[in-house]
């Protein structure tokens, strides 16, 4: 696999950090998580940085991560499912690396998060709503920034790693040429 960081998006419960740990060990390349790197940062979950400095305050420390990552060696990255919001976000990415878009159904996501309390977006009325909402709101930004869409659905993590990997092939063979 050629140079440069591979960044995952996605929706919350598309299986950006488990795809993107066994992806890394695959690849032979260190693992970052945006927010687990926050949380350990903060000491606290993500859902107390949402209370404390609102989601404008989550996002100005979702950036200055996402920012610090690119910088680094390279690494496999799974971002926060809002990371994709900011347009420099997406240069960042887009210009630092290889996206991936783990594309999910709505029946999927909602089946991975209806029983997560974690997500502070989600505590709505009705998070299937929210979830719905988010999704079509942000699925053209995903698009917008991927280098390769993968769709996910219930296949094993093993599966989807080696699909990740034949699709990021194609997509470097398609640069070379
Ligand atoms: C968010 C997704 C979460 C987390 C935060 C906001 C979002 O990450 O960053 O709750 O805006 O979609 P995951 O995509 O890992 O759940």
Redesign the pocket.
Known sequence: MGSGNIFLVG??GSG??TLGRTLAQRLHLPFADT?RVLVERTGVP?ATIFEIEGEAGFRRR?SAVLAELARGDDKVVAT???AILSPDNRVLMREGGTVVYLRARLEHLWERTRHDTS???LATADPRATLAQ?LEARDPLYREVAHVVVDTGTQSATTLVSRVIAALRRHEEEERH
Request: aromatic share 0%; net charge neutral.
């Open positions: 929706m919350m950006k950090s927010d993500v979702e926060g499912g809002g997500r502070p977006l988010l």
